[in-house]
């Protein structure tokens, strides 16, 4: 049977692309996302072999749809594929339950053996990143540790994206108190208290595009 995968970017140009390639491979793209949220939809109607998910997307960003994918759709293989090249970013796949990390500079070749790699249960590195860093990872080293909630980084985004409480309350189906109760939280738990400073950490985490 053929590997059947999902596409989770912001851009249809980059979506047509990434399906003309993986299906001249014999790969099947069963669904397409614009967003995190839509992803893991599709991944629970369909339960692909893998999700392919851009970092950078608007209302949930890559990271925590691998997150979520992992806890709402364990058999999906989560590959990441971005332009950042900073071990961060690497570290946050790695935590957030990716089994690949493909740059999207690197050759088409590279995202088909990363497919067919993590669907052997292997994790796949675009050439070039950090052994180190994932070695550090692998072996529980002392590494920073988010004090956010899925929910809490979900809402940051939002706020960074420049969106009114009243705006996050109606996209995550919560009352406004709830949405400005989560804001707060989050303000106290990052020690940070403006706007603009929220936005900034945003961007460091990967949560938005700069």
């Known amino acids: 049977m053929p590997i059947r995968v999902i596409l989770a970017d912001d851009h249809t140009v980059v979506r047509q692309g990434i399906r003309s390639l993986l299906e001249r491979e014999g790969i099947r793209v069963i669904g397409e996302a614009g967003d995190g949220q839509e992803a893991i939809q599709l991944a629970g109607k369909h339960s692909p072999d893998v999700a392919i998910i851009d970092i950078g997307m608007p209302l949930l960003n890559g990271l925590d749809t691998a997150r979520e994918l992992r806890r709402s759709a364990p058999k999906t293989k989560a590959i990441l594929l971005t332009l950042h090249d900073e071990d961060e970013y690497l570290i946050e796949a790695l935590r957030a339950g990716a089994k690949g990390y493909v740059l999207k500079n690197q050759a088409a070749g590279d995202l ?69 109760s989560h804001r707060s939280r989050l303000m106290r738990k990052l020690d940070i208290h403006e706007v603009a400073s929220l936005v900034r950490y945003a961007v460091r985490k990967g949560l938005v595009q700069p």
């Open 112 to 180: 088909i053996h990363a497919i067919h790699l993590v669907c052997r249960g292997q994790i796949y590195l675009s050439p070039g990143m950090s052994s180190a860093v994932v070695n550090a990872y692998l072996s529980k080293a002392d590494l920073p540790v988010d004090p956010t909630t899925s929910r809490e980084r979900q809402v940051l985004q939002l706020i960074a994206e420049g969106k009114t409480t009243r705006d996050i309350a109606s996209l995550l189906g919560i009352s406004v108190k709830t949405a400005d």
